[in-house]
């Protein structure tokens, strides 16, 4: 049953694996924050808000009673997974906290640990496969299609070792995508290129769009394992459904398409950063050439890419009308 009244608030889900591992991070981040300040004597105050903020929504969805409301309603089982896949990582990774964490791990973790991890060769070829645009982008999909089918999505409400599955998957492809998104490292110091980042980002935001739909508009219901009577918020199990669906495509699509703006700002000023240390280069002659000189050269190396991103970034919203459009006529006339 539904918890109601007072007691929802003592509807936590004892899971001390979470609570300990985010202890840590927090730990270890406020640490190596303590250090760089005492060192540089400068520190942004909203990165460790935005940081600590993403762990404290992880906290929420885990063991909090949205946990146990996301047992008994479709869409709050939507919200649980749009907070560990998409809105905690987002703002964890647009903090940039991997150096602080590191910086604030011990001596015998970073030393004697993780340096030796990195030397693996076998796991940098790993690590380098899952931080490329298309791993990194289809396995975000692919998780979150796998947990939205009926057969999963009753199973992990149904089991707890299922439904703790499930949410770890979600925020472990959630913090890999965004990882990956905002990767602190500029292109041409061997970080991810820009242009992936964005086929990455539009590729997530039509299947949200397309899945989102078809769940809001589908005419039947997917999920046998929720209340079969009136629930949370006074819907039908219809509605609920409809609604989970509604918060994929319209509120988790728009957190996606907003993000757009992050990473062109993050893309104009790697750019930047770019041409200063091209400037700066004090090398061979014929590297010194490429460089445009006057605002003409300038304009013919930069035209053809922005035709080819605003023709890319004009397509979008018609394809995304399109895909809606189609997926709404067949569930209408299947049904």
Same mark, same amino acid.
């Given at each position: 049953?539904?918890?109601?009244?007072?007691?929802?608030?003592?509807?936590?889900?004892?899971?001390?694996?979470?609570?300990?591992? *985010? @202890? @840590?991070?927090?730990?270890?981040?406020?640490?190596?924050?303590?250090?760089?300040?005492? $060192?540089?004597?400068?520190l942004? &105050?909203?990165?460790?808000?935005?940081?600590?903020?993403g762990?404290?929504?992880?906290?929420i969805?885990?063991?909090?009673?949205?946990?146990?409301? @996301?047992?008994?309603?479709a869409?709050?089982?939507?919200v649980q997974? %749009?907070?560990?896949?998409?809105?905690?990582?987002?703002?964890?990774?647009?903090? $940039?906290p991997?150096?602080?964490?590191?910086?604030g791990?011990? =001596?015998?973790?970073?030393?004697?640990?993780f %340096? $030796?991890?990195?030397?693996?060769?076998?796991?940098?070829?790993?690590?380098?496969?899952? %931080?490329?645009?298309?791993?990194? +982008? @289809? *396995?975000?999909?692919?998780?979150?299609?796998?947990?939205? #089918?009926?057969?999963?999505? &009753?199973?992990?409400?149904?089991?707890?070792?299922?439904?703790?599955?499930?949410?770890?998957?979600?925020?472990?492809?959630?913090?890999?995508?965004?990882?990956?998104?905002? &990767?602190? $490292?500029?292109?041409d110091?061997?970080?991810?290129?820009?242009g992936?980042?964005?086929?990455m980002?539009?590729s997530?935001?039509?299947?949200?769009?397309?899945?989102?739909?078809?769940?809001?508009?589908k005419?039947?219901?997917?999920?046998a394992?929720?209340?079969?009577?009136?629930?949370?918020?006074g819907?039908?199990?219809? &509605?609920?459904?409809?609604?989970?669906?509604?918060?994929?495509?319209?509120?988790?699509?728009m957190?996606? #398409?907003?993000?757009?703006?992050? /990473?062109?700002?993050?893309w104009?000023?790697a750019?930047?950063?770019a041409?200063?240390?091209?400037?700066?280069?004090? +090398?061979?002659?014929?590297?010194a050439?490429?460089?445009?000189?006057t605002?003409?050269?300038?304009?013919?190396? /930069?035209?053809?890419?922005? =035709?080819?991103?605003?023709?890319?970034l004009?397509?979008?919203?018609?394809?995304?009308?399109?895909? %809606?459009?189609?997926?709404?006529?067949? #569930?209408?006339?299947?049904?």
């Open positions: 049953m539904t918890p109601a009244g007072a007691t929802i608030l003592t509807a936590w889900t004892p899971d001390p694996v979470s609570v300990l591992v *985010l @202890a @840590a991070l927090a730990w270890a981040y406020i640490r190596g924050a303590v250090r760089q300040y005492a $060192r540089r004597g400068e942004a &105050d909203w990165r460790p808000m935005l940081f600590l903020g762990l404290f929504l992880i906290l969805a885990m063991v909090s009673p949205l946990a146990a409301l @996301a047992r008994e309603a869409w709050l089982h939507q997974g %749009a907070i560990l896949r998409v809105i905690a990582p987002l703002a964890i990774f647009v903090s $940039r991997q150096r602080l964490i590191y910086t791990m011990p =001596k015998v973790l970073r030393r004697g640990v %340096a $030796r991890l990195w030397r693996d060769p076998a796991l940098n070829r790993l690590g380098g496969l899952l %931080a490329t645009p298309l791993v990194a +982008g @289809a *396995l975000n999909i692919a998780i979150f299609i796998f947990w939205i #089918l009926p057969q999963t999505q &009753d199973a992990a409400v149904a089991h707890a070792l299922a439904g703790f599955a499930e949410r770890a998957s979600e925020l472990a492809v959630g913090c890999l995508f965004f990882g990956v998104l905002f &990767d602190a $490292r500029d292109p110091l061997g970080g991810t290129r820009y992936p980042r964005v086929i980002l539009i997530t935001t039509l299947v949200m769009v397309v899945l989102g739909v078809a769940l809001t508009v005419p039947v219901l997917f999920y394992v929720y209340p079969a009577g009136p629930r949370i918020a819907f039908s199990p219809l &509605d609920d459904e409809a609604t989970g669906g509604f918060v994929n495509w319209a509120w988790v699509s957190i996606y #398409l907003m993000t757009f703006i992050l /990473v062109f700002v993050r104009n000023a750019e930047v950063r041409y200063a240390r091209a400037m700066n280069f004090t +090398g061979s002659n014929s590297a050439l490429m460089l445009p000189e605002a003409e050269e300038l304009w013919l190396i /930069v035209t053809p890419r922005n =035709k080819r991103l605003g023709l890319s004009a397509i979008i919203p018609a394809v995304m009308m399109f895909l %809606a459009i189609a997926t709404v006529v067949t #569930l209408h006339y299947r049904a």
